[in-house]
């Protein structure tokens, strides 16, 4: 089954306590991208991939680091979490159809940080 | 950043009712995609838009997207309670690369 996976899917931690979030797709897609979702602010991007070993900042980079060494891989790293970092989190894949990227989106990873 | 304001917030209404959900920016993107999202889950895309004035079709949806690719909207015929859910608009910047989506439609169709 074609699908994007996230790791874990809950997460309750505390202010400093370096984590990291998975991301895998099994599309062999070359685009991917790391979303936060937080009421009232709709979906915002973090960072994206255009494929091994290229990634870029979105709209909200800070306190946020990516790394690109699989295909199929994509991990959300939180060096020093804050409080501010508690939200939903989406990982997202996709190809590059020409016409622009039809993502598909995992089932998101509740962060909370106290 | 590239802001889209979608309009309504929240729309409730009675099965076999029409509905349109509105798209808006100041920006211009290379592409438009519309995306469904239920509670727990990730969002669902429904359909990508790409040249101007574009209008496509999908079953009882209608989507449409602006002359000068700045706003886009979502039209549903008859309404029924399977409707009910986030909708989410997403513009593609110039490059394509990066998405800026919209603060959401929370839509939901009472039977």
């Known amino acids: 089954e074609a699908q994007v996976t996230q790791n874990p899917r809950y997460l309750i931690t505390v202010t400093g306590k370096k984590l990291t979030v998975t991301c895998s797709q099994n599309?062999?897609?070359?685009?991917m991208s790391w979303y936060r979702q937080d009421p009232g602010l709709g979906l915002r991007q973090i960072y994206y991939?255009?494929?091994?070993?290229?990634?870029d900042k979105g709209d909200v980079p800070e306190g946020y680091k990516v790394s690109r060494k699989e295909k199929r891989n994509f991990p959300l790293i939180l060096e020093s979490p804050s409080p501010n970092q508690t939200s939903l989190y989406f990982c997202a894949s996709s190809f590059f159809l020409g016409a622009g990227y039809e993502q598909y989106f995992g089932p998101g990873t509740r962060l909370t940080v106290t | 950043t590239q802001l889209l304001e979608q309009s309504p917030q929240f729309l409730s209404i009675q099965e076999g009712e029409n509905l349109t959900v509105y798209c808006n920016s100041s920006s211009v993107f290379s592409s438009l995609q519309w995306y469904r999202q239920e509670p727990g889950e990730g969002p669902v895309l429904l359909v990508t838009?790409?040249?101007?004035?574009e209008v496509k079709k999908l079953k009882r949806l209608t989507f449409q997207f602006g002359d000068a690719r700045k706003d886009s909207s979502l039209h549903i015929t008859a309404a029924q309670p399977g409707d009910t859910g986030l909708y989410l608009c997403?513009?593609?910047?110039?490059?394509?690369?990066?998405?800026?989506f919209g603060t959401g439609t929370s839509l939901t169709v009472i039977p």
């Open positions: 991939s255009m494929n091994v070993e290229v990634t």
């Open positions: 838009v790409v040249t101007g004035g």
């Open positions: 599309m062999n897609h070359e685009y």
């Open positions: 997403a513009g593609a910047s110039n490059t394509g690369n990066q998405f800026y």
